[in-house]
């Protein structure tokens, strides 16, 4: 299982069940995993104590870093530790709730501040003029215990009866599962979750998943073993293909009472292809016109993908992944798809002028191009039939300005796929 969290994601201080205490942990992830873009909440997340090496499962969902933003109203300033501003949230110490700032003004050597109560009264809090802040000024707040149930591990926390101030870091999962918060001395409190949050016992998170898999895959479900342990459930077994090792998880994921879902599935294709023919038939089935991919890369061993290149929308990662996972033959999939919604000023005009030139050459007419802009450089994808039409493309592409750089990609496939497309050329 630890192999498929490839990809180290960060090293930051949680509570270690095992240790009782703080210490750095190493977080790694299944696929690209980028702090403060939002993933999907049940994706696992390998967390790896530096000191006592132990391991547990976490998901997406359960960390700030991972998590959609807060709603407006969900996070607080506190008076006197933050720098106040007009429409922030806060919370006067000793109140028995948040307000809006509505106002502010200044009254002799004071500073006034005019906050609007959620039933409509408003109340003035005066501060001193000229407060120095420390480098927490702008941190906002979930007050605790209240928002007990909406706090994620990497929140910074203010519980309001003890009047302190501290971090979420870590969640103990068991009979009662409790939030863990270290406050400013670097002393902890455990504080129960609401029952949302509760898990269920293993048993009967197995017995779940078990009925769920077995009434939607019932011929391959002799191949499958079901286990859980902390609210997480593990799927142990084979199955034929990518696309039904896909399907096993999201019908684990969406189990109710499920933190989330781990699949340790071998993939055992009814036929095998060759590494060098999965990769031409991956890149051929992310140059579809359709799909805004770009700098494809990808290497195969033993059947197993890995597919590295850009794009333009956050979409496209799942296009991609729906699309591949019919391969015939592919076992595995390590997807990285790094997000450029625009290029430098200027770039997709070059690129664009290229793209015309391509299109007027008659030598062209059987290629699939496509032309895109990264670090001042023109680069020039996709397939064409010989080595001819690749020099003709070289050469069109350098012809079509004077100072363009360019970068000559393509690939020479004679003999066509079986996913091919019509021709094309277009700018990325």
Not at 171 to 185: A, C, N, P, Y
Not at 396 to 412: D, Q, V, Y
Request: glycine share 8%.
């Amino acid at each position: 299982m630890l192999q498929n969290f490839r990809i180290l994601i960060s090293d930051t201080p949680l509570f270690c069940r095992a240790c009782q205490g703080v210490f750095l942990h190493s977080l790694k992830a299944r696929g690209p995993l980028h702090p403060g873009i939002p993933a999907p909440a049940k994706e696992p997340i390998l967390i790896n104590c530096h000191h006592c090496r132990q391991s547990q499962i976490f998901v997406a969902g359960e960390f700030r870093d991972f998590s959609p933003a807060p709603k407006l109203g969900e996070l607080s300033k506190i008076a006197g530790k933050s720098r106040l501003q007009v429409k922030d949230t806060v919370y006067i110490p000793g109140s028995p709730c948040t307000g809006t700032i509505k106002s502010r003004f200044r009254a002799g050597n004071q500073e006034v501040f005019v906050v609007v109560l959620p039933n409509g009264e408003e109340v003035r809090w005066p501060a001193p003029m000229h407060q120095a802040f420390g480098e927490m000024a702008m941190t906002e707040y979930r007050l605790l215990p209240a928002a007990v149930g909406e706090s994620r591990i990497g929140d910074s926390v203010y519980h309001v009866s003890r009047e302190r101030f501290g971090l979420v870091v870590g969640i103990l999962f068991g009979r009662e599962s409790k939030l863990v918060v270290q406050f400013e001395d670097e002393s902890l409190l455990l504080i129960t979750l609401p029952e949302s949050r509760q898990i269920p016992e293993n048993r009967a998170l197995e017995t779940l998943a078990t009925e769920a898999v077995q009434k939607e895959f019932p011929h391959g479900f002799a191949g499958l073993h079901m286990e859980a342990g902390q609210g997480i459930i593990y799927a142990r077994g084979t199955c034929n293909s990518l696309q039904e090792a896909h399907q096993i998880r999201n019908l684990l994921e969406n189990i109710p009472l499920a933190r989330g879902a781990v699949d340790i599935l071998s993939v055992q294709p009814e036929v095998m292809v060759q590494d060098d023919t999965l990769c031409e038939q991956i890149v051929d089935a992310l140059l579809h016109p359709e799909f805004s991919l770009f700098g494809l890369n990808a290497t195969c061993q033993s059947g197993v993908a890995t597919v590295i290149g850009f794009c333009r929308n956050e979409s496209a990662r799942d296009e991609a992944i729906r699309i591949l996972e019919t391969i015939p033959g592919l076992r595995g999939l390590f997807l990285d798809l790094r997000l450029r919604p625009h290029d430098e000023p200027g770039e997709r005009e070059k690129a664009q002028t290229v793209a015309q030139a391509l299109r007027s050459n008659a030598t062209l007419k059987e290629a699939r191009i496509r032309v895109f802009s990264q670090n001042g450089i023109l680069f020039l994808e996709g397939f064409v039939r010989s080595s001819l039409q690749r020099n003709a493309a070289a050469l069109a592409a350098m012809w079509a300005g004077r100072n363009f750089k360019i970068e000559n990609k393509l690939r020479i496939i004679r003999i066509p796929l079986a996913g091919k497309q019509a021709p094309f050329i277009k700018v990325a």
